[in-house]
């Protein structure tokens, strides 16, 4: 097949391009930065010559969006937001006037939408989407407000010979530099990964090579269609969390942090206590009902086996990665 993907530069599509180039498919990334062998320029706002690069493919899986690991001032809000709108409604627009449309557009989006909560998980069909919930910060809904506008936009496309996936995807957690499980074990290898706030948020994950699995899984399920949650199965507190990835590392403490001090400590990071904060218990309901096996369900053995390929400098991952 031949699968474009926009925004695909990152972590998550670093780990997509890799599993999808490894399986035989023709991938074609779309950036905004000079591009190099297998990638087409494009600013995720307007159209262009890459358009000729979705005409005629068979899949495309937009990526594109600011990264939400920053300070959340407003122009960095605004940026995530038109980001993420501005280059969805594009790639709809080119797909809509496409001779030879690819039969199938999953669209990221987030597991963010949902609402902070401890009581119960959000599935697709009974969770709460997020935005009005008492007692957290008020700017806590921008993040909600993106997500939404993200997939309306995706919605509204005029693609009719196209089905449409809304990716609701929790944390990727892949081996490689610079994501979000190197920075997590950045914090656990220096003694500073114990709970935060009293460790009781919830947190959503899943594993590089589900995110993979599921994608393909998508891709080939023609009766799919909408927002699915990317997820595995058994969120877990962060206390419980931290623990087993420092069970993983072999790191027998992990000194807690305060509210306050995870507030000093985002802002050294220039990141935002949201992403540590907000209790996300997603749950992959959809998935699950479709007939999908998880080979990582439980975070206990899914960090185990990523901890095993970063120590091997093997992202790609080996024989084990089949292991459920």
């Known amino acids: 097949m031949k699968i474009v993907i926009p925004g695909g530069t990152g972590q998550v599509g670093t780990v997509l391009n890799r599993a999808l180039t490894a399986a035989g ?13 297998g990638e087409v320029h494009w600013d995720g706002r307007t159209p262009g010559p890459w358009t000729e690069a979705i005409d005629g493919s068979d899949v495309v899986v937009n990526l594109a969006g600011r990264s939400v690991n920053c300070r959340y001032t407003a122009a960095n809000l605004q940026e995530m937001r038109d980001s993420r709108v501005l280059s969805t409604r594009v790639v709809g627009e080119a797909i809509g006037a496409a001779a030879r449309p690819p039969r199938v557009w999953l669209q990221m989006s987030t597991a963010t939408v949902y609402a902070h909560r401890f009581d119960a998980p959000n599935d697709e069909g009974t969770g709460v989407i997020g935005g009005s919930e008492p ?3 008020g700017y806590w809904s921008f993040s909600v407000d993106i997500a939404r506008a993200w997939e309306r936009e995706q919605e509204r496309a005029g693609t009719p010979h196209t089905r449409k996936v809304a990716l609701r995807s929790a944390m990727v957690m892949s081996p490689d530099r610079g994501g979000v499980f190197d920075v997590l074990s950045w914090l656990a290898r220096l003694g500073l990964g114990g709970p935060v706030a009293g460790g009781a948020q919830y947190v959503s994950w899943i594993h590089d090579r589900d995110f993979v699995r599921a994608v393909e899984f998508l891709v080939d399920r023609d009766d799919l269609a909408g927002p699915v949650n990317l997820a595995a199965p058994e969120p877990l507190p962060h206390r419980a969390f931290m623990r087993a990835l420092r069970a993983a590392w072999r790191v027998p403490v992990g000194l807690p942090a305060t509210r306050w001090m995870a507030e000093a400590g985002a802002l050294a990071l220039r990141s935002d206590t949201e992403l540590l904060l907000k209790s996300r218990r997603v749950t992959p309901g959809r998935l699950l009902e479709a007939g999908f096996a998880f080979a990582y369900p439980r975070w206990p053995e899914a960090a185990r086996d990523l901890v095993r390929r970063r120590r091997t400098g093997s992202p790609k991952g080996g024989p084990a990665d089949s292991a459920a």
Do not use: D
């Not at 498919?25 to 950036?31: A, D, P, R």
């Open 25 to 37: 498919h023709e991938v074609v990334v779309l950036t905004r930065r000079s591009a190099g062998p």
């Open 135 to 137: 007692a957290v910060p």
